[in-house]
Every structure is written in C-alpha cells, then in structure tokens.
C-alpha cells in the first residue's frame, strides 16, 4: 500500500514537471535563431534539399558520429554476450516449416525492400529518408528473409566487412573535410553542384551511403545474433 | 481551452506515454514488462520532442517546390528536434535490443524473468 503511494507521489511529480515545461505553452509563432539559420543559410552552405539532412550530416555530424558508435557498440555487446553462450553447447534444432506463401512471397519481396533502402539512404538529401531508415529498412528485409528461412545461416564476416568498411571511410571522408575545407565532416570538399539534384550536396549523399550501410550491417548483426540464439533450447 | 492546436495535442499524449512508460518501468516486477515501459517513454518523449518543434502552419523542412528557397525560413517547422529525434530513435532501437539480450541471458542463468528474485547483490 506505502509503496504504491510512493509509486503515485513519483507519477504525479513528473507530471507537473513535465506539464510546466512543456504542456501549457502553445506553438511558437516563428523559427528561433539557430533554426532560422539552417533555414537560410542551409541551401548555401551545404546544399542539402532535406534540411533534416544537412543538420544531421554537417551542422552536427559530430553527433552523427557518437550514435553511430553508440549502436556499433550495443551490437557488439550482443554478439559478444550470445556468442559465449552459443559456444557451449551445440544441439540441432528442429524448427516448425514457415508456410508456402510466406516463403514465395519473401524470395520475390526482399529484393525490392533491399532496392528500397538503397533508394532511400542515396536520396537522403533530396526527401525524406538518409542513412538511418535506409539501413533499418535493409534489416527489415533481412528479418523477412529469416521468417520465410529460420535456419538459414548468416555470413557474420560480410556483416563484419560491411560494417568496418563503411565506419572507415565515414571517419575518412570527415578529416577530408578537415584537410580540404572548413572543418571535421565539412562537406564543401566536393562542388556542391545544382541544389535539388542527386549530384548535390558535395560529400552528404557519400556519407549518408555510408551511413546507411553500416546502419544495415549493425541492425542485420543484431537480428542476425537473436535468431540464432532463438534455434536453441532455452 | 477556446484554441486547442495541434503540438498541443502532441504534447499531451507524449507525456502521458512518458507517464505510462515510467509507471511500468517502477511497478512491474517481469523485465520484459519493463523493457516495454522503456519503449514507452522513449516513444513518449520522442512525441513530445517534435511537438515542441512544430510551428503553427509551417511546412515539413524539406526545400522542394512546395517552399521557396528564399523564403524558407518563414515556412517551415524547426529542423533540429526532428534531426535529434531521428538520433534517439536509433539510439533507442540499440539500447532496447541490448536489454532485451541482457534479459535473455538473466532468464538462461535463473530461469525466471521476476526482478524479485535477483537479489544476489541485496545484503
């Protein structure tokens, strides 16, 4: 009873703190500062359409880096905490049939959803979309290839070169911008080109591809590292 | 309570899913109950995120033919929450999936998902 007395006083402070920071004041009229900037200033200085985009890749690349590392490092956690386990002990698993319509319908659909995310993370720059959805839309591919095949076997190696490949040369593509233009990840070092065509944007569809790819592998890795504990008795 | 605008609504749900999520987190006493509050409030704040971003009457921050380049500051919404949005949410994604390999590992050592009964670490 105390306790849930407690739970209640915890609830009901969050949400007068939350309610006077947020809830009472309605919409701002017009963009603050820093938002006005990006607005004006964006189509100049990166050339990027997606302004979502040119915020995420150079006004704050920075961050961009620290979650990608974010997410190498908890897909790494992962395979490390299933693999010790997966090496003890080694039973072939029976596992139900997937149905017929699952598995047609997975070998002609996967293609398109991999050609989709590649679509997606190239034109981040242009509509909505980069490197992030792109490569969970990849994944999810993956997962309906692994739904229509459950014991289907991974290549971990490719995942791995993918990965390495790609986080390389993003890192690569930032001290570019160091040595050649403005700063770390600047993308000038490229012409910036016509604003709102595909070749535009200097180095931001690179390292959006980039991005995306290795956004793919890590998400494909994990999934990939659940599925096979999941064959084994638990 | 005569203009009601869109964040606000916005708003208000997401900190009410913040509330529910954080209601699991401290009450339930199953880990994948808690990991599924932790979505929640993820989930929650992430709404209320971009709500406070939003502009009464603006566009999407995308320069296509619906905004004129030169007068895009005047409109479209504030492009950074989205962008930082966009972050969390991958973070999120990892995190949830880490904790969910955790609760894996702690169901294979003890059999059980009750946070009752890991008290080797309660003196």
């Not at chain 1, 996967?110 to 034109?123: D, E, Q, S």
């Not at chain 2, 949410?89 to 609760?103: E, H, Q, R």
Request: proline share 3%; glycine share 10%; hydrophobic share 55%.
């Amino acid at each position: 009873m105390l306790k849930k007395i407690f739970f209640l006083l915890v609830l009901a402070g969050f949400a007068v703190m939350l309610f006077n920071a947020y809830g009472l004041s309605g919409p701002d009229q017009q963009l603050n500062d820093v938002a006005a900037h990006y607005a004006e200033k964006g189509p100049q200085e990166v050339g990027a359409a997606n302004l979502v985009a040119s915020v995420i890749v150079t006004y704050r690349g920075l961050d961009t880096l620290g979650e990608v590392t974010i997410l190498f490092l908890a897909a790494s956690i992962i395979g490390f905490f299933l693999k010790a386990r997966r090496d003890n002990q080694r039973a072939p698993k029976q596992v139900r049939k997937t149905s017929e319509i699952l598995e047609t319908a997975a070998k002609v659909i996967t293609p398109v959803i991999f050609l989709f995310g590649i679509y997606v993370f190239i034109n981040g720059h242009l509509t909505p979309g980069g490197g992030f959805q792109g490569g969970a839309i990849i994944a999810s591919g993956l997962v309906l290839m692994l739904l229509a095949n459950p014991v289907k076997k991974i290549n971990h190696n490719i995942i791995r070169v993918i990965e390495s490949i790609s986080g390389f040369s993003f890192i690569l593509l930032g001290i570019f911008g160091l040595l050649l233009a403005g700063g770390f990840l600047d993308n000038a070092f490229l012409p910036l080109g016509d604003f709102g065509t595909l070749l535009s944007a200097g180095a931001v569809p690179l390292i959006y591809i980039f991005i995306g790819l290795k956004v793919g592998a890590e998400l494909s890795g994990i999934v990939s590292n659940l599925q096979e504990t999941q064959k084994e008795q638990i | 309570m005569e203009h009601i605008s869109l964040s606000q609504i916005a708003i208000v749900a997401g900190i009410l899913l913040i509330l529910i999520g954080l209601w699991a987190i401290i009450s339930q006493r199953n880990i994948i109950k808690m990991i599924i509050g932790f979505s929640l409030f993820d989930t929650g704040i992430h709404i209320v995120m971009v709500g406070v971003g939003y502009v009464r009457g603006k566009t999407a921050p995308v320069l296509d033919e619906a905004v004129n380049v030169k007068e895009a500051a005047r409109q479209i919404v504030d492009p950074l929450p989205q962008a930082l949005v966009l972050t969390a949410i991958v973070i999120g994604l990892g995190i949830t999936a880490l904790m969910l390999a955790y609760a894996l590992r702690l169901y294979q050592k003890k059999k059980t998902l009750d946070v009752k009964k890991f008290n080797d670490l309660k003196w």
